[in-house]
């Protein structure tokens, strides 16, 4: 298939134009003519929304509640406070959720860190997933900033190809399943950013002494820009909102740098191939340009590579002397400290290995305390005395 030449073809006309293409088309009212004609099926939106603005003036509905979570595969893994923490916070505000067991990673891995995918293979992924949160009747949620932009492309493609959607719903149908896409592709920052206010109303700890630099995921907006979030009142609307919106509805204060667009270097095939330059990336280009311009207290993200690459590539820039050591997590593990949150039994902080500590230390958290209860709970644990998680005994 040349599905990729055809569409930089196409998007060659439209530019020659004058006209951005991305700017006109409204994918939800692509796919309801799709559904009408047989083609697929749609994921409505059926449960309250927040309706927010997104960067070329298109409405972006947020479901609150009732809501499938797609969980990232390098969260579980690598940082499983970051989900915890989704999971956590979406509980103290009262909001049901499905945590799916038949959900398979999106394999965007291997579409962005190898440039080799069979087209079929890959939107077949996505809409397994899709169809999966369908017949549970939630509403998918998709936690890693990866999946979010790689399902926005598969969107795009099944949109757009006829053929493509006739080899997808064969595969489903060796499945048992449909041809599913949802209504709005919605990543959990958006659902952050849109339960901002809610989230500050639960608010226990004061931040208003925290000093944050923000890092945006680029596959959050970078990829199939126009889903992105841009508020008027975040940056003038100029860059997107998500993070910055939450952290400053939180009271933090929020410190600007001149590297803010820079992507965190975690590119997907030089960190297989090349860490060194992810490494000196992070670490030179955000990392220390931070610490030299807003000397920040924590680095708040919304992406897994991001937390990932930004939080553990900082060991190697300090065995050369170089001007790093800050705290990183996603702004997820952040709200929840901010509304109460264990910092290791719910935000699992210990997984990180930049120092967090003193940024703990100034939302007013006894992190040697707080260690220490952790540590009792696990004694318990191993003695057969506790049934970990216990959720209600981790609200505080």
């Not at 994921?43 to 990232?72: C, E, F």
């Not at 955000?286 to 919304?302: N, Y």
């Not at 902080?349 to 040697?368: F, Q």
Request: net charge negative; proline share 3%; glycine share 6%.
């Amino acid at each position: 298939m040349t599905i990729p030449i055809e569409a930089l073809k196409r998007k060659k006309e439209h530019f020659d134009r004058g006209e951005d293409r991305r700017a006109l088309a409204d994918p939800r009212a692509e796919l309801l003519d799709l559904e009408a004609r047989g083609e697929l099926v749609v994921q409505k939106i059926d449960r309250d929304v927040v309706t927010v603005p997104t960067k070329y003036g298109r409405d972006k509905r947020i479901q609150k509640a009732h809501l499938w979570h797609h969980k990232s595969c390098g969260q579980c893994g690598h940082i499983p406070g970051y989900s915890t923490s989704i999971f956590w916070v979406m509980r103290k505000l009262g909001y049901d959720y499905h945590d799916p067991k038949d959900q398979t990673s999106c394999t965007a891995w291997n579409y962005y860190a190898s440039a080799t995918s069979n087209t079929a293979a890959q939107a077949a992924v996505a809409v397994r997933n899709f169809a999966a949160a369908n017949e549970t009747g939630f509403f998918p949620l998709i936690h890693c900033g990866t999946s979010y932009g790689h399902y926005k492309e598969v969107r795009e493609e099944l949109i757009r190809h006829p053929e493509l959607r006739a080899e997808v719903r064969e595969i489903m149908a060796k499945l048992g399943k449909q041809l599913v896409l949802p209504e709005e592709i919605v990543h959990y920052s958006e659902w952050f950013y849109a339960l901002r206010h809610e989230i500050a109303a639960r608010q226990v700890r004061d931040v208003s002494q925290v000093k944050v630099t923000v890092h945006p995921a680029c596959h959050y907006y970078k990829l199939v820009e126009g889903d992105a979030i841009y508020d008027p009142d975040v940056y003038g609307g100029q860059r997107t909102a998500v993070v910055t919106g939450l952290a400053q509805a939180l009271g933090a204060d929020v410190r600007n740098y001149s590297t803010w667009f820079d992507c965190c270097g975690f590119g997907f095939r030089h960190i297989l191939v090349q860490r060194d330059f992810t490494r000196s990336f992070a670490t030179l280009r955000k990392i220390e340009v931070m610490k030299e311009e807003a000397d920040p207290d924590v680095v708040l993200t919304h992406d897994t590579g991001c937390v990932t690459t930004l939080d553990k590539s900082q060991f190697a820039a300090r065995a050369h002397d170089r001007n790093v050591g800050v705290g990183v997590m996603s702004e997820a593990q952040f709200a929840a400290l901010a509304m109460g949150a264990h910092p290791y039994k719910v935000c699992q902080l210990h997984w990180h290995s930049a120092d967090y500590r003193p940024v703990l230390e100034k939302m007013g958290i006894d992190w040697e305390q707080a260690w220490a209860e952790f540590q009792a709970d696990l004694k318990r644990l191993e003695r057969g005395e506790k049934q970990f998680l216990d959720w209600d005994d981790v609200d505080s």
